[in-house]
Each structure stands twice: as C-alpha cells, then as structure tokens.
C-alpha cells in the first residue's frame, strides 16, 4: 500500500513537473552567468517561496553516461531564515532546460539537497535565493522637491484676513 502511495506521488510530481517546464518563460537573473528563473512559478506562503531556476553550464558536463547542459530546480527559500531547500530538480541535455531529462527526481526528507541550508557564496541557488527574496525596495518619492520653493504663511496675517 506505502509502495503504491510512493509511485502515485511520484507520478503526480513528474507531471506537475512537465507541465511547469512546459510553460516556463525564464528570466535571466544573471544572464552571463547562465542563471534564469520562471517568474510565473514564484509561489509565496508567510515567509516562504517556492520558484523554479535555471542554471546553463558553459560546457557538457559529464552525468553517468550522457552529458548536461542546464539544470532546471525548484527550490524552497524561507527569506526570513536566509535558508533554502531543493525541492526537485534535473539535468538536460540541451541548454535553457531543453533536450531529453537525464537526473531528476523528487527528494525524500533523507537527502543532503533536501534539507535546509545556507546559500554558498557566488553560488546559482544564491542568485535565485535574493532573487526571490531580496528585491530591492524603491525608496518613497519626497514629501517636497528638492529645488521647490515653499509657501511660508504668516499665521496672524492670515487670521486678520478672514
């Protein structure tokens, strides 16, 4: 029954998955750099965000017996902890997620990706991370110009003038 439970869940995932990759309009975050994500993926709940990324590799990375150009991941940030999760992820053959899915599967509690962790320095899940959750606030318009001049009203001038 458990085992049943586990392949139907896993079922369920690959096709909400496919459907996410499907539709995915990536951004580009760092676009020297190869890192994008999908901003109609961002799901916020409190202090948490879920967003799918992309991460384009320079050159075909060796995976078992193919070899990667991208990586499409989905991670859980929680931006009040500055901490994040894998969520899922997959290696393509092809840049910008596309070609065949070589790796990629939901993580269980278990593994070292799925447990909560800090962002390393320079690193693409950093990038996704501030992009997410550190947007920079505009800073409010001025109450008065800088250069306006001021109208100084003289309070017993206009009290004598009503």
Avoid: H
Wanted: aromatic fraction near 10%.
């Amino acid at each position: 029954m458990k085992l049943r439970m586990k392949i139907r869940n896993y079922l369920v995932l690959i096709l909400m998955m496919m459907a996410g990759y499907a539709s995915a309009a990536w951004q580009a975050i760092e676009e020297d750099r190869g890192y994008y994500f999908d901003p109609s993926s961002v799901q916020t709940q409190g202090q948490r965000v879920k967003v799918w990324g992309l991460q384009n590799y320079e050159t075909a990375l060796p995976l078992g017996s193919s070899f990667t150009l991208s990586k499409r991941i989905m991670i859980e940030a929680d931006c009040l902890q500055t901490q994040f999760r894998t969520v899922s992820f997959a290696f393509m053959t092809e840049q910008m997620g596309e070609g065949e899915m070589i790796a990629g599967y939901p993580l269980t509690q278990g593994t070292p990706f799925s447990r909560w962790r800090s962002p390393m320095p320079n690193s693409f899940e950093l990038a996704l991370f501030n992009q997410v959750c550190r947007k920079p606030a505009t800073p409010p318009p001025p109450a008065v110009a800088p250069n306006e001049s001021i109208e100084v009203i003289d309070e017993k001038e206009a009290a004598n003038s009503v």
